[in-house]
T-cell receptor
Framework: AQSVTQPDIHITVSEGASLELRCNYS??????LFWYVQSPGQGLQLLLK??????LVQGIKGFEAEFKRSQSSFNLRKPSVHWSDAAEYFC????????????FGQGTTLQVKP | DTAVSQTPKYLVTQMGNDKSIKCEQN?????MYWYKQDSKKFLKIMFS???????INETVPNRFSPKSPDKAHLNLHINSLELGDSAVYFC????????????FGSGTRLTVV
């Protein structure tokens, strides 16, 4: 079955500290992977995506993610967190089908301490 | 200019009523989606249209009916609303091709009382 697991429901980090949000996926075909961020009361914004090639992808707002096929993981990282990064983060997986259907993880809430 | 716009942003209604949520995108995208986000923030796909053709129809009560009058619009009509329908409903669009992620609207918070 296709699924995405974000093991950490809630993470708190201090401003300026590094961040890693975990994402594990189960997908039968070649996965296309995405990270989205949702600020309170807002829609989801695409941070970055992976389709092929270099397994380390750069995104907006200083985020990056690394695809590890052997671990079925696509973890999101940021070297130094800013207070404005506090939000909900969603990992999603899809494939090359024409429908473009994405399966989302349950999300990780990031809290940033001053 | 708002890329994917949903109306209304908030909707409070009584059980048993019928309501509609509208979505419009001005990006020229080919495919549009409806997702439901429950109280635990879990996002689940409901429907998708590609150029006015229904391409995804997940296990959703038939009280929910999507309609796409043209490529730029995808509306969601809900009959006989129930308490469990309370959620945030997101519209999204995507340009054809797996390389493209979704562009989301800002959501419609539906509360059934």
């Amino acid at each position: 079955a296709q699924s995405v697991t974000q093991p950490d429901i809630h993470i708190t980090v201090s401003e300026g500290a590094s961040l890693e949000l975990r994402c594990n996926y189960s997908y039968g075909a070649t996965p296309y992977l995405f990270w989205y961020v949702q600020s309170p009361g807002q829609g989801l914004q695409l941070l970055l995506k992976y389709f092929s090639g270099d397994t380390l992808v750069q995104g907006i707002k200083g985020f990056e993610a690394e695809f590890k096929r052997s671990q079925s993981s696509f973890n999101l990282r940021k070297p130094s967190v800013h207070w404005s990064d506090a939000a909900e983060y969603f990992c999603a997986v899809g494939g090359s089908s024409n429908t473009g259907k994405l399966i989302f993880g349950q999300g990780t809430t990031l809290q940033v301490k001053p | 200019d708002t890329a994917v716009s949903q109306t209304p942003k908030y909707l409070v209604t009584q059980m048993g009523n019928d309501k509609s949520i509208k979505c419009e995108q001005n990006l020229g995208h080919d495919t549009m989606y409806w997702y439901k986000q429950d109280s635990k923030k879990f996002l689940k796909i409901m429907f998708s249209y590609n150029n006015k053709e229904l391409i995804i129809n997940e296990t959703v009560p038939n009280r929910f009916s999507p309609k796409s009058p043209d490529k730029a619009h995808l509306n969601l009509h809900i009959n006989s609303l129930e308490l469990g329908d309370s959620a945030v409903y997101f519209c999204a669009s995507r340009k054809d091709g797996a390389l493209y992620g979704y562009t989301f609207g800002s959501g419609t918070r539906l509360t059934v009382v």
